[in-house]
């Protein structure tokens, strides 16, 4: 508070990042966070605390611009091809050390959100063994974790005959950082007490 700070950047664990937070939005810190695997229970302190304080926020499970017009194109889709089978593939270096990905998991439930359906009951996370038949409401989420990969991220759409496959390759880690510069401009000017996604930030 001392050193006139007007926005704190965070891009660590959850648990810590809860606790950043916390005291960043006390002290009327306005807060831009990249940080994923919030549980539920941690991001509504996260928006308690900056509903409380009135500070200006954005938290966004993926900084990248492009991964953001991914979500938006995968919202838009979803509807369009609802009684497609959905199976989403997000693929990371090996020191990774969640699964799935929190950008597999906003991808996952951006499309059951489009489709109307209830997260906690279509996900299906992987298969092995005796798994039975698909059913035509899930829809998959599988990892993959090897050598240097940044991030890639595939959702597919697939019909009797035919599929579309919508993907976001990150080359560069330097993507998520054109993305917190476009953050950090607008929140200068946010609403604030409102908790704000990169949707928002790009007018999507």
Known sequence: KSSGAEVLVDFTIAPAAVETIKVATACGVNIVVGTTGFTEEQM????????????????SSNMSIGVNVFFNTLKKLAPLLYDYDIEIIEAHHNQKKDAPSGTAMTAFEVVAGALERNPEEVGVYGRQGQVGKRTKEEIGIHAVRGGDIVGDHTVLYVGDGERLEVKHM???????IAGVIRALRFVGSAEPGKVNDMSDVLGI
């Open 170 to 176: 990150a080359h560069t880690r330097e993507v998520f």
């Open 44 to 59: 509504a302190s996260n928006i308690k605390n900056v509903e409380e304080n009135n500070v200006r926020a954005v938290i």
